[in-house]
């Protein structure tokens, strides 16, 4: 198959097509012929060597989720057959032809590939994080980089489940965020005054999926760190605030949120999709932070 791989760790400019073997998969997990695959800064992180693996080996190709048609099915996979619609996780990388998935949901045809591939990372991270600050129906969460992947599902389903979301995001997403039901505002300096003149009873909670250097004006907001989560600002970790990076993938919660998107009680927002050859400019827009919503290939 063709693929996308990095020989050695370093910039966008490492990507390269490259011939591999058909990956074959085990137990319990499917093959797909992609259809399209989402970017997500995490890519850019394992590309720059940033967070390596210690058994990582070269030729790797990057790429956490997928969605296509199955061609092929380990043992045990009794809920899909072949040429059903599937997206999900991938295992041993998503930038190629064929991606081995582990975690999956099947898709209706409503929902288009480059739509659907929106969801899988986004989705868990949201989800897990949600859990994370328990936000409860009735309390205020504050939102930092409601207008992302990231944020966007979990401004959604925080508004769903009952909270009130104050979300911040550039001048020209407020629109945007507005319009997943939370209170928008601008981030950058201010932003602290802004949220309490929006919240003057404070706010209950604080995710941070901007990691644009919020934490310490968060923990101010909240009177502590206990109910302050970061998915994006590794100063975390020097500061006793809890930095959340470890997937707690289902396959249940995935069916559900494929489901919500295709009603549109979900929306997620595509920026650009491009060839799978340009997956170099696709990383290099991810790296700057400003793409502006979801970056999706298709081979």
């Known amino acids: 198959m063709k693929a996308i791989v990095i020989d050695r760790f370093g910039g966008p400019e490492e990507l390269h097509e490259a011939e591999l073997p058909d990956p074959q998969p085990g137990p319990g997990q499917v093959r797909v012929r992609v259809e399209a695959v989402g970017v997500n800064p995490a890519d850019g992180k394992a590309r720059s060597g940033l967070i390596a693996s210690p058994d990582t080996t070269f030729p790797l190709v990057p790429g956490l989720e997928a969605a296509g048609v199955v061609d092929a099915m380990g043992d045990g996979v009794t809920d899909v057959a072949v040429g059903d619609r599937v997206v999900g996780f991938a295992e041993g990388g998503a930038y190629a032809e064929l991606a081995v998935l582990s975690t999956y949901a099947a898709l209706p045809d409503s929902l288009d590939a480059t739509v659907a591939v929106s969801l899988p990372v986004a989705g868990e991270t949201a989800r897990r994080v949600l859990r994370l600050l328990d936000v409860r129906p009735g309390e205020t969460l504050l939102v930092h980089g409601a207008s992302g992947a990231v944020g966007a599902v979990a401004t959604q389903l925080a508004v769903a489940s009952g909270a009130t979301v104050i979300g911040t995001a550039s001048a020209a997403n407020q629109d945007r ?28 909670a604080v995710l941070d999926a901007s990691g644009a250097g919020v934490l310490d004006g968060s923990v101010e907001l909240l009177g502590g760190a206990d109910r302050l989560v970061t998915i994006a600002d590794p100063a975390a970790f020097t500061r006793n605030i809890t930095f959340s990076g470890t997937s707690e993938r289902s396959a249940e919660e995935l069916a559900d949120l494929v489901a919500r998107r295709a009603s549109g009680e979900v929306t997620t927002t595509i920026s ?27 081979p």
């Open 177 to 204: 965020v507005a319009a997943l039901g939370a209170t928008p505002t601008t981030y950058g300096e201010g932003w602290l005054e802004r949220v309490r003149a929006l919240a003057p009873s404070g706010v209950d």
């Open 272 to 298: 650009r999709v491009l060839p799978l050859a340009e997956a170099a400019a696709a990383q290099q827009l991810s790296d700057s932070g400003r793409a502006g919503g979801k970056l999706v290939l298709v």
